[in-house]
């Protein structure tokens, strides 16, 4: 069992830039990799990036290559996403969730997810 809990959203101007924190808690040692995901209202959850728990590697949604850069401290229990340049179209709530099998693009591969964080990009 994993518990995770968000914080660092909030309200910025476009071309501006947030990092959100994911502080994992429970049984991390079970943690295979975190994942960040997000929905809009009345969209759809959708894939954002995650990080491989004990390898560090990365994967991004095409969306945000080259703008987000998601990461871990060196005690292994936080996470962060780094969102630069962001844009109006980055406005949903961003969740981190603890990712058990299958691929790191379904958000059912996910077991255990923090409440959310809000991010607004205005214009």
């Known amino acids: 069992q994993v518990q995770l809990v968000e914080s660092g959203g909030g309200l910025v101007q476009a071309g501006g830039s947030l990092r959100l924190s994911c502080a994992a808690s429970?049984?991390?040692?079970?943690?295979?990799?975190v994942g960040w995901f997000r929905q809009a209202p009345g969209k759809e959850r959708e894939f954002v990036a995650v990080i491989n728990w004990q390898l560090g590697s990365t994967y991004y949604a095409d969306s945000v290559k080259g703008r987000f850069t998601v990461s871990r401290d060196n005690a292994k229990n936080t996470v962060y996403l780094q969102m630069n340049s962001l844009k109006p179209e980055d406005t949903a709530v961003y969740y981190c969730a603890s990712h058990i099998a299958g691929s790191y693009y379904s958000s059912g591969s996910y077991a255990y997810w923090g409440q959310g964080t809000q991010v607004t990009v205005s214009s």
């Open positions: 429970g049984r991390t040692f079970s943690i295979n990799a």
